[in-house]
């Protein structure tokens, strides 16, 4: 059975510019979820999907913004980049809408900001 | 104060010994805690939940203090295969807003 899958694996934008990062979700998981790991710190929550539904986001600015596909399929959007957003974009998804179930989490996309 | 502390570590250990990680949590709400893997470069992977009752999967042994807001994790006869980041991570039941702690890194040596 396929992982979570995310693409592209690398990505290198400019300040200023707008990064949009895809994630594919375990066959038959509906809630895919984004974190932020920057170098040095931990995971930080960004964003929870489930359904097509945005069900709560964590504490980022209002230029990180997503969506579900109707597959199941997400896309995290950061716009007006900045240097500090350089970090591992981890996307992860879980069969139910739930704490307490599984997150399993695709291999990330790195993104620099030069 | 950041919502889930960990040991700083790093952790140096060798091989065969018991080592065991520390985290505290902040948010008394918190219904469900985790323990994740993250090998260098890699994606987290769930090494185990953590129940009440505290729980065991091998070598691997995990506790929980809801009156302390505490949990643990030990592993017992360290391999080499054992070196890696561990996570700890707490989240509200239907919140989904999973809280993940700095990592302790361990490295187990020959």
């Known amino acids: 059975e396929a992982g979570v899958t995310q693409s592209p694996t690398h990505l290198i934008k400019t300040r200023g510019q707008q990064a949009t990062l895809r994630c594919s979700p375990i066959s038959g998981h509906t809630s895919v979820y984004w974190y932020q790991q920057a170098l040095g710190l931990g995971l930080q929550f960004l964003l929870w999907?489930?359904?097509?539904?945005?069900?709560n986001r964590g504490n980022f600015p209002p230029r990180f913004s997503g969506r579900q596909f109707p597959n199941y399929s997400s896309e995290l959007n950061v716009n007006a980049l900045e240097l500090e957003d350089s970090a591992l974009y981890l996307c992860a998804s879980s069969l139910l809408a739930g704490g307490t179930d599984t997150q399993y989490f695709g291999p990330g996309t790195r993104l620099t900001v030069l | 104060r950041k919502e889930v502390e960990q040991d700083p570590g790093p952790f140096n250990v060798p091989e065969g010994a018991t080592v065991a990680f520390n985290c505290t949590y902040s948010n008394s709400a918190s219904q469900s805690f985790f323990w994740y893997r993250q090998d260098c470069r890699k994606e987290p992977k769930l090494l185990m939940s953590v129940y009440s009752s505290g729980n065991e999967d091998g070598r691997f042994t995990a506790q929980l203090n809801r009156a302390s807001q505490y949990i643990s994790l030990l592993i017992r006869d360290s391999k080499l295969s054992d070196s890696a980041t561990y996570l700890c991570v707490v989240s509200k039941v239907n919140n989904n807003d999973m809280r993940f702690g700095a990592g302790t890194r361990l490295t187990v040596k020959p």
């Open positions: 999907y489930d359904e097509g539904e945005e069900r």
